[in-house]
C-alpha cells in the first residue's frame, strides 16, 4: 500500500512566521500535489510537482512556495503566515504511468489541521 | 473555479438502503474520481472512470459517467453505518510533465444510520 505522510497531525504558529509543512511518499511516485481544505470550499490546489526539482503553480499559491528537493519528499512553505492561512492542508502523491492519457489516482496523507493566531 | 459540483450536500438514510450521489462539471475531463473522507483524515480513493468509459463497478461501488451531461453518480448499494462519511468527485486534467490535475467538489455528506 502506498503510505503518504505529513509530519505533523496539528500545528499552531503565529501570524508572520515561516512554516514548513513537509510530506514524504514511499511508493516512488513522480508526481506530489498540496491541496487544503476549506468548509463549504472543499480541496484547492496550491502546488503541485511532476519531478525533482519541478513545480507548478495551483490554483491558490498566493502566499506559499514549494520545495522538492528530492523525490520522495515535497514541502510546503507559508513564507509569512496570516490568519487566513488557517486550514487543513492535505498532501497527495500519484504515480506517472507513461500513458497519453494517464489514468492513475491520487494518495493522500492524513493532513495537518494548521492554526495562525 | 470549481469544476465538480455534488448533489445532494448532505443525505441520510438507513442501513440497508441504496445512496445516490450526483456529480456535475463544466469542461471536458481526461477521467472523474470519487474518493471518500471520514472525519478529520486524508481522502481515500474509491473509484476511477475514464472519459470514455459510461459505467463502473467496484464491490458495492457502481459509478456512471454521462459525457454529453457533463454528469457522473454514485450508487452504494446496501449501505452500513461505516459507510458515514463524506464523499468527493473530482475531475481530472492531463498536466505537461504526465499525470492528472484534479479539481473537488464540495462533496456530499452521507450518514447512515442504525
Known amino acids: 500500500d502506498v503510505k503518504v505522510t505529513q509530519s505533523s497531525r496539528y500545528l499552531v504558529k503565529r501570524t508572520g512566521e515561516k512554516v514548513f509543512l513537509e510530506c514524504v511518499q514511499d511508493m516512488d511516485h513522480e508526481n506530489m500535489f498540496w491541496y487544503r481544505q476549506d468548509p463549504g470550499l472543499g480541496l484547492r490546489l496550491i502546488y503541485f510537482s511532476y519531478d525533482v526539482k519541478m513545480k507548478e503553480k495551483g490554483d491558490i499559491p498566493e502566499g506559499y512556495s514549494v520545495s522538492r528537493e528530492k523525490k520522495e519528499r515535497f514541502s510546503l512553505i507559508l513564507e509569512s503566515a496570516s490568519t487566513n492561512q488557517t486550514s487543513m492542508y492535505l498532501c497527495?502523491?500519484?504515480?506517472?504511468?507513461?500513458?497519453?492519457?494517464?489514468?492513475?489516482?491520487?494518495?493522500f496523507g492524513d493532513g495537518t489541521r494548521l492554526s495562525i493566531l | 473555479s470549481q469544476q465538480g459540483e455534488e448533489d445532494p450536500q448532505a443525505l441520510s438514510i438507513q442501513e440497508g438502503e441504496n445512496a445516490t450521489m450526483n456529480c456535475s462539471y463544466k469542461?471536458?475531463?481526461?477521467?472523474l474520481q470519487w474518493y471518500r473522507q471520514n472525519s478529520g483524515r486524508g481522502l481515500v480513493h474509491l473509484i476511477l472512470?475514464?472519459?470514455?468509459?459510461r459505467e463502473k463497478h467496484s464491490g458495492r461501488l457502481r459509478v456512471t459517467l454521462d459525457t454529453s451531461k457533463k454528469s457522473s453518480s454514485l450508487l452504494i448499494t446496501a449501505s452500513r453505518a461505516a459507510d458515514t462519511a463524506s464523499y468527493f468527485c473530482?475531475?481530472?486534467?492531463?498536466?505537461?510533465?504526465?499525470?492528472?490535475?484534479?479539481?473537488f467538489g464540495t462533496g456530499t455528506q452521507l450518514k447512515v444510520e442504525l
Open positions: 472512470i475514464r472519459s470514455n468509459e
Open positions: 473530482a475531475t481530472a486534467l492531463l498536466f505537461t510533465g504526465g499525470g492528472n490535475k484534479l479539481t
Open positions: 469542461t471536458s475531463i481526461n477521467n
Open positions: 497527495a502523491s500519484s504515480l506517472y504511468d507513461g500513458e497519453e492519457h494517464s489514468n492513475q489516482p491520487q494518495h
